[in-house]
């Protein structure tokens, strides 16, 4: 028994829109992927800068003691004893 026009038509529409679902859940996973590695790539970066900041600090703090820096103005002031 063969189907219909329409019943073909119906069912070759819904295997179109089954296949466009398909692919665009590719590119969501490919772009989560992606998303993925660029948050990996901030972290590492954060890291490391916080990493360099604080042997800054050391070496400013072994120069000049210990004290505090405004982040504004970078001024330095010595702690009191």
Same mark, same amino acid.
């Given at each position: 028994? #063969?189907?219909?026009?329409? /019943? ?6 819904? #295997? %179109? ?8 859940? %590719? /590119? =969501?996973?490919?772009?989560?992927? $992606?998303?993925?590695? #660029?948050?990996?790539?901030? $972290?590492?970066? !954060?890291?490391? $800068?916080?990493?360099?900041? /604080?042997? !800054?600090?050391?070496? =400013?703090?072994?120069?000049? %003691? *210990? %004290?505090? =820096? ?7 002031? *010595?702690?009191?004893?």
């Amino acid at each position: 028994m #063969q189907l219909t026009e329409k /019943q073909k038509e119906k069912l070759s529409s819904m #295997q %179109g829109t089954e296949d466009k679902c398909v692919v665009a859940l %590719g /590119q =969501i996973a490919v772009s989560k992927l $992606n998303l993925q590695l #660029q948050e990996e790539d901030v $972290n590492k970066m !954060l890291f490391e $800068n916080a990493k360099k900041r /604080q042997e !800054l600090l050391s070496e =400013i703090e072994e120069e000049l %003691g *210990p %004290g505090s =820096i405004d982040p504004k103005t970078f001024e330095f002031t *010595p702690k009191e004893d």
